[in-house]
């Protein structure tokens, strides 16, 4: 069965430092792995994916994430935190083994940046 | 273009009342999916339809939970009757097909409320 976690209920950061949410995951087969982001009030928005090649993967507002198959980590980043980017974080994963396996979100994490 | 749009935004009912939440996704996409996202957890499957055929309820309370898909655009999802647990946000999602690496377009929700 896949399964997707994330260790942090959230995270701190100030305003202009670096972030990182952390995301790991686990299927049979090879992910496909997502970012979304949600606002208060708001569904969820996409971010990004890594599907196949490159393990940087680039989306939107500045954020990247990292797949790393050995550590089966796909960790959201960006170089440098913005008070905007202050919202709640979901990681995602799909087996790509199976053609009817759904999309399995995490339980979140919340990003507060500070000012 | 137009995003996933539900109605209504906020719904407070008692326990053992009804209920139906409207979801209109985006303009040609084929598979639409419900969510249940209870406070504090990440967004969980309740169903998924490819046009108008289900392809995976496996998560739904078939007792008291019903959706359907007329013509293949909008749908519906129903509880009958609502009990306390039932309370979180609904959120309808779309994507241009079921393929693995597609991401998924949100409704902002429907919240509800069960006193």
């Known amino acids: 069965a896949q399964s997707v976690a994330q260790p942090e209920d959230q995270v701190n950061v100030a305003e202009g430092n670096p972030l990182t949410v952390k995301c790991t995951y686990s299927v049979s087969g090879n992910p496909y792995l997502f970012w979304y982001v949600q606002y208060p009030n708001r569904g969820l928005q996409f971010l990004l994916k890594y599907i196949t090649g490159d393990n940087l993967v680039k989306g939107s507002y500045g954020f990247e994430a990292e797949f790393n198959k050995s550590q089966t980590s796909f960790h959201l980043k960006k170089p440098s935190a913005l008070v905007s980017d202050s919202a709640l974080y979901f990681c995602a994963v799909r087996d790509r083994a199976s053609s009817a396996s759904k999309i399995i979100f995490g339980s979140g994490t919340r990003l507060s940046i500070r000012p | 273009e137009a995003g996933v749009a539900q109605s209504p935004r906020y719904k407070i009912i008692e326990k053992r009342q009804s209920v139906a939440f409207w979801c209109n996704p985006i303009s040609g996409h084929a598979t639409l999916y419900w969510y249940q996202q209870i406070l504090g957890q990440g967004p969980k499957l309740l169903i998924q339809f490819q046009n108008n055929g289900v392809v995976d309820d496996s998560q739904l309370p078939k007792d008291r939970f019903s959706a359907e898909r007329l013509k293949g655009v909008d749908s519906t999802l129903k509880i009958q009757p609502a009990k306390l647990e039932d309370s979180a946000v609904y959120l309808c999602?779309?994507?241009?097909?079921?393929?693995?690496?597609?991401?998924?377009?949100f409704g902002d929700g429907t919240r509800l409320s069960i006193l």
């Open positions: 999602a779309s994507s241009s097909t079921s393929g693995g690496g597609q991401p998924q377009h």
